[in-house]
């Protein structure tokens, strides 16, 4: 068996008419462990710069920093906050 044909499996077609059954080759699906495409980010106050939330991105759909409006109980109001790193 070659890398190629790991990657494929052969099913077999049984129809109502013997002649139209025949194989079909599909993909074989694997499931895969996390592989890193999300990350852990935390959110900083940006008025007070402290470390309020925990969340995680994924670094393919936003590969800059995140920004979101979040509530700060040190400032007591919703402030920006900012991936830090």
């Known amino acids: 068996m070659t ?11 049984d129809g109502i ?3 139209a059954a025949g194989e079909l080759l ?3 699906r694997t499931r895969l462990g996390k592989t890193g495409q999300r ?4 959110l900083a106050c940006q008025d007070c710069k402290r470390r ?4 995680n991105k994924s670094k393919r759909n936003t590969p800059d920093r995140v920004s ?3 509530y ?4 007591g109001r919703h402030t920006e906050h ?4």
């Open 3 to 13: 890398a190629l044909e790991a990657n494929f499996c052969r099913v077999r077609l």
């Open 17 to 19: 008419d013997p002649a």
């Open 26 to 28: 599909c993909v074989r």
């Open 39 to 42: 990350i852990a980010v935390t």
């Open 52 to 55: 309020n939330y925990q969340s």
């Open 68 to 70: 979101l409006a979040k």
């Open 72 to 75: 700060c109980r040190w400032c």
């Open 82 to 85: 900012r991936e830090t790193r």
